[in-house]
């Protein structure tokens, strides 16, 4: 069964500042990888998806990363500003009808 | 394009009681999804279906239970509500492209949720 770990549940950094978001799965055998932005009692937006043969997808500002092999995806944010304060979380698809499986998000707060 | 939306945004339950989530999406998408956030959790999936007339258990079904009669619309109902539905629901759709590999699909779009309190 396939489990998505992120650690940290939460990070706090000052404005600019370039950061890391770590997400780890269990099993490699996935699709592809996707990391969505939430915002407090909104829903999900997507911001990157990482197909299972690619190593990476950018963004803007934002860079995804995909190690199969290692069983962890980054999502690294460059120049961070106070609006990408939000929840992040990664899910990974296991392929077949896309049966997302989500880590518990990572809530990030830019301090100005 | 509205996208999928949900209604209602807030619902209060009263145990025992019944209703059904609306789920809509005007992008023609075949799969589509739904999805419960505990708080402070990940998502997890509660059915999908890959189209008009099929659907299926996701890793959460019990206590619930889906339809899909049209492309557009995927309704998730709840027959007897219980305290431990108190949750919020989303609902998602997405185009897969089934291919010689396998297939590849594009990514998941997300309704705005509903808010769900079971008292």
């Known amino acids: 069964k396939q489990e998505v770990t992120q650690i940290p549940a939460a990070l706090s950094v000052p404005e600019g500042e370039n950061l890391v978001l770590n997400c780890s799965f269990t099993?490699?055998?996935?699709?592809?990888l996707q990391w969505f932005r939430q915002d407090p009692g909104k829903g999900l937006t997507s911001l990157l998806l990482?197909?299972?043969?690619?190593r990476e997808q950018t963004s803007g500002r934002l860079n995804a990363s995909l190690d199969k092999s290692s069983g962890r995806s980054t999502l690294y944010i460059a120049a961070s500003q106070p609006g990408d304060s939000a929840t992040y979380l990664c899910a990974a698809g296991p392929g077949g009808a896309q049966k997302l499986v989500f880590g518990q998000g990572t809530r990030l707060t830019i301090n100005p | 394009n509205a996208g999928v939306t949900q209604t209602p945004k807030f619902r209060i339950l009263k145990i025992g009681q019944s209703m059904t989530l609306q789920c809509t999406q005007d992008m023609n998408h075949n799969y589509m999804y739904w999805y419960r956030q505990d708080p402070g959790m990940g998502l997890k999936l509660i059915y999908y279906?890959?189209?008009?007339?099929?659907?299926d258990k996701g890793e959460v079904p019990n206590g619930y239970n889906v339809s899909r009669s049209t492309t557009e619309d995927f309704p998730l109902r709840l027959e007897l509500a219980a305290p431990s539905q108190t949750s919020v629901y989303f609902c998602?759709?997405?185009?897969?492209?089934?291919?010689?590999?396998?297939?590849?699909?594009?990514?998941?779009?997300f309704g705005p949720g509903t808010r769900l309190l079971v008292l």
């Open positions: 990482i197909q299972s043969s690619q």
């Open positions: 998602a759709s997405s185009y897969f492209i089934r291919s010689e590999s396998g297939g590849a699909s594009e990514t998941q779009y």
């Open positions: 279906s890959v189209g008009a007339g099929i659907t």
């Open positions: 099993d490699s055998a996935i699709y592809n």
